[in-house]
């Protein structure tokens, strides 16, 4: 297979990852992509560092046995304990949601005060606190907070539930006495939850979604190893889960504009 | 070491278990405990039945290395997936939550219909709703639901919040134009959401918590084999946690009328 045929792979531990893979399909309309989600072992983002990597290792295994030609690391509690480890690791270009997320914040800001969110282990590893020193070293102000239910309800279809307004309110609300004017969406489950979150904070905040600037790095990486398709790809997207298909497929139309067709079970 | 001078190993997926710890600790006052939350790779109520049974078997392993005389399977998803298979195995006697709990909301029901609520994979197994025909087949009707957000809700602190009202209307509030008489929390966790629960099923809805149908059935399974203690222990109860010793610590005082004093970290 001529490597510019080949699929871009991309995992997270669920159907979260569906929004970064959703700016990807826009960006670059022509590439293949094929989407893994860990739902047997999902939630990551309470898990030890350990386990995390143990995952992360495996399911690039896994995508790299399909024959991909470039990696996205979909998943921001992957991305924050495994990212640098797994690059030195891959012999194909990799690509993650923390470094483009931070970049693109770092821009929005004016008062220098960026809110990061995110799960308890992206939060915890300082991954994006340390993303952002290194972007504009002493310029930046952070204020990093878990919210360790924002995912779990995104996975069980309460996104614009009542009730997750009130768990946004109770880990967010206190921000609209402080002087953040950007807030950076840490969990590829999180722009899920923009109503719910643009709710409680300041109407000014800009929301930043690291999904978004992950596909433009992805798409500036294709084109530096000169691995981009400039014509539709042949083969359609294709799915992958560890655990419930189904559960997979009918949540999925609320990320994708189109719908997966079929989704395989794979063993975790 | 003299057997009856052996401790009583129980496991949970989190914290959960803790409120099968109390009972235990009310019933059999003499006895010494450890507990084993394996919080590094919680929940386990929405993973695969083999991913289960491979943390259950790995669980029973590192509690039987302590020495001790009994185990508790004190996790509904577990005891779902694992407690016959777990059974055939073991050289001591093992007890988990789900027939003893059937059992006693057997005993309560006046109109045959329970409901069971529990995690999604608990309520897939079938578990409960075989345990009950088995107890009076033929006449008992059984509504099974899952629950998937409220073992993180308890998890993250949020056991009497008013986003857990919400939440526990939207799962449970249809059962207030069923003839439901009694509702069994099939999950280690639920007894910290009773007043949550309460407050959206009738009055007259008798709330079965497993928890004190195990710390029974422990008690008959520790005098049937001659291995009850009839004096105090020597030794204090002992914690072990595979994640984030400190988060356990914090939170375990909602459920012990003892919170832990020492919480030791393990590899999962």
């Known amino acids: 297979m001529c490597e510019i045929e080949s699929a871009i792979g991309m995992f997270d531990s669920g159907i979260g990852g569906l929004t970064v893979m959703q700016r990807v399909m826009e960006r670059l309309p022509n590439e293949q992509l094929i989407y893994f989600g860990d739902t047997a072992r999902f939630p990551y983002g309470d898990k030890s560092p350990e386990v995390v990597r143990c ?34 690791e891959m012999s194909i270009p990799l690509v993650d949601v923390i470094g483009p997320g931070a970049a693109l914040a770092a821009t929005k800001t004016r008062t220098g005060h960026i809110a990061v969110i995110g799960t308890e282990g992206t939060i915890s590893s ?81 929301l930043v979604d690291s999904a978004t600037a992950c596909a433009e790095a992805l798409a500036q990486t294709l084109h530096c190893h000169a691995i981009s398709r400039t014509t539709a790809a042949i083969h359609p997207h294709r799915y992958f889960v560890s655990y419930n298909p189904s559960k997979f497929c009918t949540h999925a139309s609320a990320f994708l504009s189109i719908p997966p067709q079929e989704v395989s079970l794979v063993a975790s």
């Open 126 to 206: 300082g991954a994006y606190q340390h993303a952002l020193a290194a972007i504009c070293p002493g310029k930046i102000r952070v204020t990093a907070i878990a919210c360790p239910l924002f995912a779990p309800l995104v996975e069980e279809g309460f996104s614009d539930h009542a009730a997750t307004h009130l768990i946004a309110e109770e880990y967010l609300g206190f921000l609209r006495s402080t002087d953040v004017d950007t807030l950076l969406l840490g969990c590829t489950h999180y722009p899920m939850l923009y109503s719910a979150i643009k709710k409680v904070i300041a109407d000014h905040v800009a």
């Open 55 to 88: 995952y992360t290792r495996e399911n690039a295994k896994f995508l790299i046995q399909q024959g991909i030609k470039a990696l996205v690391i979909a998943c921001n509690t992957s991305s924050a304990f495994s990212f640098k480890r797994l690059q030195e």
